[in-house]
């Protein structure tokens, strides 16, 4: 066996493996995009669905914590905080189905805090890329950073209302969506490049 041949499968094996992820994060940008759309397209009723969502979920989770702790009669442990979990997380779901259009401002704070976490990812990557002698980390540091504004401003501008949340993210996914498929090409490049 050659040296070539040896170094090739190992190689290609990471290389596969970075590339399914990078295809993981292509899935994830385009569900970010149509999520953008549909906040364009109709903000109140994202609102109100995300505010239904979040209401029913803790409404049900505490719920059951609650009837949990009756059935147990609260004597599994002295220190049960079981029935205090149960009612707070049920008072949580009644506030989500009360004042569910206020939830916009938390919504646009969370996509804006996802939107900056993918852009630091990318950075680390470019880092990478730079570390192993790649000249692509300069367009992923373009690309990561762009992300981290639009990040920012999401999440700490005044005019986070839905249909502007919505625009950023359909941008943020259109360039996620770039940035993955040009690191893929990148990633085919050194394979080719390293299996010689």
Known sequence: MTKAEIIKQPVEQIGGDVKKTAW???AEFLALIIFGILCVVMPETIVK??????????????GFVVIEYFMEKGQKDYYNNKLLSGIVSVL?????????????????????????????????TASKLHAAGLDT??????????????GIFV???????????G???VLCGVIG????????????????????
């Open 24 to 26: 993981a994060g292509m």
């Open 49 to 62: 669905v995300a505010a239904y969502i979040v209401g029913a979920f803790f409404l049900i989770k505490g």
């Open 92 to 124: 949580i779901g009644i506030a989500a189905f009360v004042i569910g259009e206020d939830l916009a401002r938390v919504f646009s704070v969370i996509i804006g805090i996802i939107i900056i976490y993918e852009a630091l990812v990318r950075i680390n």
């Open 137 to 150: 980390w300069k367009q992923l540091v373009v690309i990561s950073l762009i992300m981290l504004l639009v």
């Open 155 to 165: 999440t700490f501008g005044t005019g986070g209302v839905v249909p502007l949340v």
């Open 167 to 169: 625009w950023m993210m």
């Open 177 to 196: 969506i770039v940035g993955e498929t040009y690191f893929i090409q990148q990633i085919n490049t050194f394979i080719n490049k390293v299996s010689k």
